[in-house]
C-alpha cells in the first residue's frame, strides 16, 4: 500500500491506478480538516475530484489505532443511497474505488465550509439548511436495510471514546490545556459511579445490532454548506443501530450550539418515525459530556460555567435510560 501525505507528491499520485488515460495530474491539496482520514482534492486536467484514505490509525491522532477498513464502509453507504430519491441528492457520487491502497475518489463538492460555526455566539440558521439537515436524517432513517456490514470495528474504537476515556481518572488528557478550571469540574463526573454504571449499559446498546442505518456522526462538521446546498459527508462510522442513537447526538449539538429548545421541537415535528424519548436523551447526555470532557474537543465559545451547567443536564439525561 501506498500511503500517501497531506502534500503528496503528483509523481506518487499519478502512479496510482485511479486516472483516466492522457490524464495529467495539475495539484493536491488538503481538503478541508479530516478526524479520520486523508483527504485531498485533486486538480487534473480532465476535472477535479477528491481522494480519500484511510489507514491504521486517526489522521488527527495517529496514537489512536483505527480499523483500516473503515473506507469500505463510506463506500458502502454512498452506494447504499446512490439511488434513494432524497438521499441520493445530498452525498458525493463515487466515482472509484482502489481496495489496495484503500483510496476512495469521489466528486468534489466544490469549496464548502461544515457548520462548526453554529457553535459561536449568536449564530442565526437558514431555514433551508435546517430543514434540509431534518429531511435527510427522517429518510435515511426511513431506508429498509437489510446487508449492511456491522462495522463492529469502527464502533469498538468509537466506542472507547464515547462511554470510556473521557470518564476515566487518570487518562493523560489535561482539561485545563482547554479551559482552565475544567479538569476539577469533570473530575465529580469521573468518580460518579452510578453514573458510569449508566454509561456501560448504554455503551453495550451501542455496540449491539439494531435495525436502523444510521450516519453514526451526524453533527455539524459532518454536514456541508455548498453552492448546491447542504451535503452530508463522512460516513465511516455507519451502523444499524437506534435510530435513537443519530437523534441523541444530534441534539447534543443543538445543545453545546445553546440552539433554543424549540429547535428540537421543530425538528420532531418533521421525523417521522417513532423513538423513545429516554434512549435518545442517554445518548444526547454521553455525546455531551464526551464532547465536554472528552479528547474529541469542539470549537465551542461556552463559559466555565455553561459548560457545568451542560455537564450536569448531561448526567441526568444518562441516568434517565
Not at 446546498?229 to 443501530?241: H, L, R, S
Amino acid at each position: 500500500m501506498i500511503d500517501l501525505k497531506e502534500q503528496s507528491s503528483l509523481h506518487t499520485l499519478h502512479s496510482l491506478p485511479l486516472w483516466k488515460e492522457n490524464e495529467k495530474l495539475l495539484s493536491a491539496a488538503p481538503a478541508g480538516e479530516s478526524n479520520m482520514n486523508l483527504v485531498l482534492r485533486i486538480k487534473t486536467n480532465l476535472r477535479s475530484v477528491i481522494l480519500k484514505q484511510s489507514k491504521p490509525f486517526v489522521r488527527k491522532f495517529p496514537q489512536i489505532p483505527a480499523p483500516i477498513d473503515r473506507i469500505e464502509i463510506e463506500l458502502c453507504y454512498y452506494q447504499l443511497i446512490e439511488d434513494d430519491e432524497v438521499l441520493s441528492g445530498y452525498s458525493p457520487k463515487v466515482i472509484l474505488y482502489n481496495a489496495e491502497h484503500h483510496i476512495l475518489l469521489i466528486e468534489d463538492l466544490g469549496d464548502g465550509m461544515d457548520f462548526n460555526d453554529i457553535y459561536a455566539q449568536g449564530y442565526t440558521w437558514k431555514t433551508k439548511d435546517f430543514h434540509s439537515i431534518s429531511k435527510y436524517l427522517n429518510a435515511l432513517h426511513e431506508l429498509e436495510v437489510s446487508n449492511f456490514p456491522d462495522n463492529l470495528e469502527m464502533r469498538k474504537l468509537n466506542h472507547e471514546h464515547l462511554f470510556h476515556f473521557p470518564f476515566m481518572e487518570e487518562n493523560g488528557f489535561d482539561l485545563d490545556t482547554i479551559q482552565p478550571g475544567l479538569q476539577v469540574i469533570s473530575l465529580k463526573y469521573k468518580k460518579d459511579t452510578e453514573l458510569k454504571s449508566a454509561l456501560e449499559t448504554l455503551g453495550k446498546r451501542y455496540l449491539s445490532h439494531g435495525t436502523t442505518l444510521l450516519h453514526g456522526d451526524f453533527y455539524p462538521a459532518s454536514w456541508l454548506k455548498t453552492e448546491n446546498g447542504v451535503k452530508i459527508i463522512d460516513t465511516e462510522f455507519a451502523y444499524m443501530g437506534d435510530s435513537e442513537f443519530d437523534l441523541g447526538v444530534l441534539f447534543a449539538h443543538f445543545d453545546l450550539a445553546r440552539m433554543d429548545a424549540s429547535f428540537q421541537e421543530d425538528f420532531l415535528k418533521s421525523y417521522e418515525h417513532s423513538y423513545a424519548e429516554n434512549l435518545v436523551n442517554a445518548y444526547r447526555g454521553m455525546e455531551i459530556m464526551r464532547r465536554l470532557i472528552g479528547i474529541a474537543q469542539l470549537p465551542l465559545s461556552l463559559s466555565l460555567d455553561e459548560k457545568k451547567k451542560l455537564l450536569e443536564k448531561a448526567r441526568t439525561f444518562i441516568l434517565s435510560q
